[in-house]
């Protein structure tokens, strides 16, 4: 049995997936489910926070969307039991891959698979789905009647998250990185109250949104990355597809809230003294919060079923490639770990 895995190089900057032969797993125990791999998303892989929690090894797990048929089920399981469909997303410290037939997993990281749910959807949903629920609903209070700007709308996250936001009553704008993404994101029914076309560098995120909100700014903002310094100081497709810091301060409203994927972000004292007199908050959307804190597993697990709920009644309609098999998944993993891709692979078995 066959698990893909990456290896960094002795430079600790180039990334080597191989595929490993793994051994029999052992007979499941106490809250461990075994489990047939069905499908599973790929998504880059974090190799700073891996490092920053001290979790590096020579040969590291690729594959953690996952969803599939229960084989075996340990002693002290209660949620579930053989033959059951299941969903979920495999712990960062894992040890097996999820791009593998089978794997172990610990029962609280899993939940039911609704029955019209497809294995690719529900492993191309799980996580931008809980990145979204994280972004709208813990860091940012979403509720109807809200403006919200989704920078970047037409990539899988940002998909999810106008979906979401549409549900919830929301009026959202977005913007489009490309004629494609353009097109894809006027398509969207209910409508987006405007999208923002920044492909050519020439449009004003700010003086757009402050346009369509009356003056008034956006009471939620999730960034997909932001401009820190000056145009000397940054890369030429940064500069053109990304906002300012400045832009997002400016055309925020009194009292919003500003989610950022910028794990470095600085601001000065004048950007401070900006948000203080808005009365604005700056929250940071890290994709695994609820991994590192096992107090919340009961609000995680919340989040997961409703994923799953929504996904099922078609609130999200997610953006998925065509499905690839699983000797195909070093190549594609290679492509998503640069950032190349924009519809979300998924594996299937």
Excluded at 151 to 159: F, H, N, P, R
Excluded at 177 to 205: F, M, T, W, Y
Excluded at 296 to 321: A, H, N, T, W
Aim: charged share 25%; glycine share 8%.
């Amino acid at each position: 049995m066959k698990g893909l895995y990456f290896q960094k190089s002795s430079t600790n900057e180039e990334i080597t997936f191989v595929f490993q032969e793994r051994e029999n797993l052992p007979v499941t125990e106490d809250n461990y489910v075994k489990l047939q791999v069905k499908a599973c998303a790929l998504s880059q892989i974090n190799t700073k926070l891996l490092a920053e929690m001290k979790m590096e090894k020579e040969f590291f797990p690729v594959g953690r969307e996952i969803a599939g048929i229960v084989l075996d089920v340990g002693n002290k399981v209660s949620f579930f039991q053989p033959d059951d469909e299941v969903v979920g997303i495999l712990p960062l410290d894992s040890e097996d891959p999820g791009l593998c037939e089978v794997v172990r997993v610990h029962e609280h990281y899993l939940v039911h698979k609704p029955e019209k749910v497809t294995w690719t959807e529900a492993a191309g949903t799980i996580r931008d789905g809980v990145r979204a629920y994280t972004a709208l609903h813990y860091l940012s209070h979403l509720s109807s009647g809200k403006s919200v700007l989704i920078m970047d709308g037409a990539s899988a996250l940002g998909m999810i998250a106008i979906q979401l936001a549409h549900h919830r009553g929301a009026k959202v704008i977005s913007t489009a990185g490309s004629l494609e993404d353009k097109q894809c994101l006027e398509r969207l029914r209910p409508s987006l109250a405007r999208v923002i076309d920044v492909s050519n560098g020439k449009a004003h995120v700010a003086e757009s949104c402050l346009e369509e909100t009356g003056g008034l700014g956006v009471d939620i903002v999730l960034d997909a990355g932001v401009r820190l310094y000056s145009k000397d100081d940054e890369p030429a497709v940064k500069l053109q597809l990304l906002p300012h810091k400045h832009d997002i301060i400016t055309l925020l409203g009194v009292g919003g809230h500003w989610v950022t994927t910028e794990e470095n972000l600085q601001l000065d004292p004048p950007d401070s003294h900006c948000l203080f007199l808005k009365g604005a908050t700056v929250a940071f959307l890290n994709d695994e919060v609820w991994n590192l804190s096992n107090v919340q597993q009961g609000k995680y697990l919340c989040i997961l079923k409703d994923v799953m709920e929504k996904l099922s009644s078609g609130v999200f309609r997610p953006q998925l490639d065509e499905p690839i098999p699983l000797y195909e998944a070093k190549v594609s993993m290679e492509v998503v770990q640069k950032n190349q891709g924009r519809k979300k692979q998924v594996v299937q078995f």
